[in-house]
């Protein structure tokens, strides 16, 4: 790569802030959740985004440039809830985790059980063919993790669980079950696999309610 | 439908055995679960068999009826793998679920991350998109989740695990997280969430090992 390269690429350029791009990654982040990135087509995001025929490219270099512009916005999506809910001091920390999962079943309602978490979805479909997406996807899994150990810290500072708990292996436990539950619930068109999470994450995993398990 | 019709579906052709349908749906098994179902092509699916062009639609109505077929494949080899493993009476029941775990991870590696559950990409694939692999998938899982309490409920029986233990809630748990971890490996390239799943579900779920987390 030649220096006047490099450096083109270091700036931003003012189309990538422009609003048509911003709708169509918009746009995207909502396809790509429901219908996965093979199926998507170019035109579709056009169409959807009301924004005109050759356009794309011009906005980005490839689809797979697309598609990870969409990664990157809904990585800053969650960012925001993630702090929003996380890190309310307004709740304790388990608190706030239930609120996550109660959040997590009202979106897979909302949607009809359709759409599922962008991340999964994405990584189910791209992880083992395309670097790219499997590094930025497994980067934004890292950061999750980063924030629910953050939290479940906290609910050991708070006594809300024992000392010796062992937040890293939980955390980590999180967003593998997570992602899990959230596929089975398209499976079954219903909240059950969540319910069943959160029963098994506070009541075994956590015991913080009524030990009726063992 | 005509009743013609109907007792022409309800009577399996010779084709459904033929050599190459076989061979089309073993290729089929392999390749879906590395690449999913939009991505792979009929032409790809008939070049790996060694299928005279033109062939599929002799063999199937559709891709999809070829993908229902691959699905009901895997869960032949599956009713297998599940039968040999789980109902093994030289091992204890929480050593045969060890020992499945220990070959997901052999699986995993042997196919270099790439591969991962065929139900599970699927499942996330096509789970919110198409009627007929929903209900199929899901139909699967409920089998799989079956066997997992046969399992556990010996080890209850066998005093393996406490009376109360809600082997039900933990058999649901089970594939909801292997799905998740799999999945996970698939990104992280490693066993790693694999074997936190394996560290969460022995020594904090069921809590037969060192209890050095609370």
Redesign the interface.
């Given at each position: 790569m030649t220096q006047t390269h490099a450096s083109k690429r270091a700036t931003p350029r003012a189309a990538d802030s422009a609003p048509a791009r911003q709708r169509m990654i918009q746009v995207g982040t909502e396809v790509l959740a429901?219908?996965?990135f093979?199926?998507t087509g170019v035109d579709q995001i056009l169409q959807r985004a009301s924004a005109p025929k050759g356009s794309f490219y011009y906005y980005f270099e490839s689809k797979q440039a697309f598609g990870l512009a969409v990664v990157a916005n809904y990585e800053a999506i969650w960012e925001r809830r993630l702090t929003r809910i996380l890190e309310d001091p307004s709740m304790s920390p388990l608190t706030r985790i239930r609120l996550y999962i109660e959040e997590g079943m009202y979106g897979m309602e909302k949607y009809n059980?359709?759409?599922?978490c962008l991340i999964?979805?994405l990584?189910?479909?791209l992880?083992?063919?395309n670097e790219a997406f499997?590094a930025s996807?497994?980067r934004v899994?890292e950061g999750w993790t980063r924030r629910m150990k953050v939290c479940l810290d906290e609910a050991v500072a708070q006594r809300e669980?024992?000392r010796?708990?062992?937040t890293d292996?939980?955390a980590?436990?999180f967003?593998?079950?997570?992602?899990?539950?959230v596929?089975?619930c398209?499976?079954?068109?219903s909240v059950r696999?969540l319910e069943?999470?959160s029963?098994?994450l506070f009541g075994?995993?956590l015991?913080v309610e009524t030990p009726?398990?063992?």
């Open positions: 429901e219908n996965g093979s199926e059980f359709r759409r599922g999964g979805n990584g189910q479909e992880g083992g063919l499997r996807i497994e899994l669980l024992p010796k708990t062992d292996a939980i980590q436990f967003w593998t079950a997570w992602e899990g539950a596929l089975r398209k499976l079954t068109r696999p069943n999470f029963d098994v075994i995993v015991r009726n398990v063992q």
